[in-house]
């Protein structure tokens, strides 16, 4: 049964598309839904706590989410995508912007949650990779990259913490149908595209017990893509 009634998750970058609608789904799935992000503004109906907090700061993040405990699942949703800049380009920022937002941002929430799992012996992790992070992509080489190493750091804490009752799995997702990629692609065929409402089902049945045999497995969310 796919039940994370009465759970508490933490869920990062909860004010946007996808973290929202995750949010709502958990929430009346009957879970604690607790919604982390850096843009301002309190508790909504999708949220039964909000905090407004800077993911890249380690040592904030740590205090803040550790002093949350008890925390069954954390998804990490928080990151972001930039294309245009060549493998090769001496003047790009784009390497570190990547790697901040899309990997930094994920391991300081999972060094915050991580050791209360373990003491407790429970516990669910699900990061948002990337399809485009399988293969290298002309002019997107940061951001594949970036998720590249998602996958790499989900599949290695799985292998650390499977044995001590903690789960840590990732969802690849194409292109999400956000408000934001309609219009970078105002021709494309969204019918096509992943709905936040789609992967967050997907995202879960990750966290409920029922995915308990699941270990550092990368799941492909393609939509009709």
Same mark, same amino acid.
């Given at each position: ?5 009465g759970k508490r998750v933490i869920v990062t970058g909860a004010k946007g598309a996808l973290g929202k609608a995750l949010c709502e ?5 009957? $879970? ?27 040592? $904030? ?71 485009? $992070? ?13 998720? $590249? ?77």
């Amino acid at each position: 049964m796919n039940s994370i009634k009465g759970k508490r998750v933490i869920v990062t970058g909860a004010k946007g598309a996808l973290g929202k609608a995750l949010c709502e789904l958990l929430k009346s799935q009957g $879970a604690v839904t607790i919604g982390v992000d850096m843009s301002a503004g309190g508790i909504t109906a999708e949220l039964d706590e909000y905090y407004q907090l800077d993911l890249l700061d380690r040592e $904030a993040t740590v205090a803040q989410l550790s002093a949350l405990a008890p925390i069954d699942a954390l998804v990490n949703v928080a990151g972001g995508f930039s294309m245009g800049d060549g493998a090769f380009d001496s003047e790009s920022e784009q390497w570190q912007l990547m790697f901040r937002i899309n990997v930094e941002t994920m391991r300081h929430a999972t060094m915050a949650v991580m050791p209360g799992m373990c003491q407790r012996g429970a516990g669910a992790i699900v990061n948002i990779g990337a399809l485009a $992070a399988l293969a290298g992509q002309a002019d997107m080489s940061a951001y594949c990259a970036s998720k $590249a190493a998602v996958l790499r750091l989900t599949e290695s804490l799985s292998e650390e913490v499977k044995h001590r009752g903690v789960n840590v799995n990732a969802v690849l997702p194409s292109i999400i149908d956000t408000a934001p990629n309609r219009a970078a692609m105002p021709e494309a065929d969204f019918s096509q595209w992943v709905a936040p409402s789609a992967l967050a089902g997907v995202i879960s049945f990750l966290i409920s017990d029922a995915a308990g045999a699941l270990h550092g497995a990368l799941i492909p969310v393609k939509g009709l893509s």
